[in-house]
């Protein structure tokens, strides 16, 4: 069964390039994409009125008029089964801290080879925690930080 996703990002030529390269992956399918955290949300809950939730949403942390952290709060209290996964090119501890706290499962980043970002949508997907090795953080070769306030 494919992971069923939604991509979240500003940034319309990435998300397009990134729906591709995803789509070519036999176990994966972007069921929808979205500009902002705002259509983020109402995407996850179109989908869930549908009984179509993804399974996982790759979430850009810094997008407006609602960021990806908002987003990721609000469809993780509506829809608790999806999975968030943060994409963004911010590599700050702050960041991370904040989606973690939201609910996200994994944090990558946009330098990562899509060989890692593929590996962080199977172990999101799959119930368990990624984070970029990239980040320098206690965890960061998938596990999460013990506790992302004492990671800063």
Do not use: C, W
């Given at each position: 069964?494919?992971?069923?996703?939604?991509?979240?990002?500003?940034?319309?030529?990435?998300?397009?390039h990134?729906?591709?390269?995803?789509?070519?992956?036999?176990?994966?399918?972007?069921?929808a994409?979205?500009?902002?955290g705002q259509?983020?949300?109402?995407?996850?809950?179109?989908?869930?009125?549908?009984?179509?939730?993804?399974?996982?949403?790759?979430?850009?942390?810094?997008?407006?008029?609602?960021?990806?952290i908002?987003?990721?709060r609000?469809?993780?209290?509506?829809?608790?089964?999806?999975?968030?996964?943060?994409?963004?090119?911010?590599?700050?501890?702050q960041?991370?801290?904040?989606?973690?706290?939201?609910?996200?499962?994994?944090?990558?980043?946009?330098?990562?080879t899509?060989?890692?970002?593929?590996?962080?949508?199977?172990?999101?997907?799959?119930?368990?925690?990624?984070?970029?090795?990239?980040?320098?953080?206690?965890?960061?070769?998938?596990?999460?930080?013990?506790?992302p306030?004492?990671?800063?």
């Amino acid at each position: 069964m494919a992971i069923t996703i939604v991509l979240a990002d500003d940034h319309g030529a990435y998300r397009e390039h990134l729906r591709n390269r995803l789509n070519q992956e036999p176990d994966m399918s972007v069921v929808a994409q979205a500009e902002d955290g705002q259509s983020a949300v109402q995407t996850v809950q179109d989908l869930a009125r549908q009984s179509q939730a993804p399974a996982l949403v790759i979430m850009d942390v810094t997008m407006l008029p609602m960021n990806g952290i908002e987003a990721t709060r609000q469809i993780l209290s509506s829809h608790p089964s999806v999975k968030v996964l943060a994409l963004s090119i911010h590599d700050h501890k702050q960041f991370v801290e904040a989606m973690v706290q939201a609910g996200a499962s994994g944090y990558a980043l946009k330098d990562d080879t899509f060989t890692d970002l593929i590996r962080a949508i199977r172990t999101v997907a799959a119930g368990q925690t990624s984070f970029s090795p990239g980040l320098g953080l206690p965890g960061s070769g998938g596990e999460p930080p013990t506790d992302p306030v004492a990671a800063s």
